[in-house]
């Protein structure tokens, strides 16, 4: 997949998830985020050479990569789909209701991945 | 995690698939067909005795590397005492499994095997494709205590 593709399915998934609101939606917002931050971070890794348009990575904890060897502007969303995978098993596969700051940090991780995504275009 | 738990995600991403379109918003939709899918498995398999509803704080766990996960005996030891199976290929091979839950199994892993084109990708969904992922989330969801109609 190119990089143009992964943009152009990050940004319609991301604004599609804005119709989406915590606490009720807490496990559509996080999957939803799921899937955007494998395309932000695919299609980044392609602009970056770091990994060919015909090769992608599903997510850190299935990757032998690692932060301190990707490219320098791939780290924040690498970090960003880290923090992710924590609210993952936190609230969709945990019994627990969704914490007063979980607005805040998947806030957070959204405004890491739009900026990434529009450095993929560009 | 408790049936109910299940129950109350499943009913989230239904919520969430009511209100998307699943050719405009192809990626997000085969995506949360595919977690409800997961958690319908899960309300069931915990409903037969299968598996074990887990109290609050203990997780599900996924193994390292997807295609490592058959051959890691940490893993395989973890994901037997586990409660809840993230993917239908998750199955600790010691776990016997009913007709009725193998057909959950079978048709949960359609949807886990034919989502990565339209999740991942960019294949445009078929009218015929659509139909086959329905009828497959139909079927498990059926084997789970949900109560209600599938909104698809």
Known sequence: M???????????ALAALEQ??????APVL?????????HVLNGLMHKECALPEDRHINSPAHS?????????????????FEDLQELRIAYVWSPGTPSDDLQKRLEGLWQVFRAANQLSKN | MRIQDHIERVQAFERALSRLDPHADMQ??????????????????????????IPEGAEAIEPP?????????????NMARAGDWIHSRYKPDRVKITKEAGILLEKLFFIEE?????????????????????NAYQTVRAFAPVPGEPPL
């Open chain 1, 2 to 12: 190119k990089r143009e593709d992964h943009a152009g399915v990050a940004g319609r």
């Open chain 1, 20 to 25: 989406f609101s915590l606490p009720e939606d």
């Open chain 1, 30 to 38: 996080i999957e939803g985020s799921y899937v955007v931050a494998y």
């Open chain 1, 64 to 80: 032998p990569l690692s932060l301190d060897n990707l490219p320098e502007a791939v780290r924040p969303v690498w970090q960003a």
């Open chain 2, 28 to 53: 997000l939709y085969i995506w949360f067909l595919e977690k409800a899918g997961a958690h319908c498995m899960n309300a069931a398999l915990h409903r037969w005795g299968i598996t074990p509803e």
């Open chain 2, 65 to 77: 590397d997807e295609n490592a996960a058959w051959e890691d005996a940490a893993f395989y030891h």
């Open chain 2, 114 to 134: 034919e989502r990565a084109d339209y999740v991942r990708g960019v294949k445009p969904l078929s009218n015929e494709m659509f139909a086959k992922f329905k």
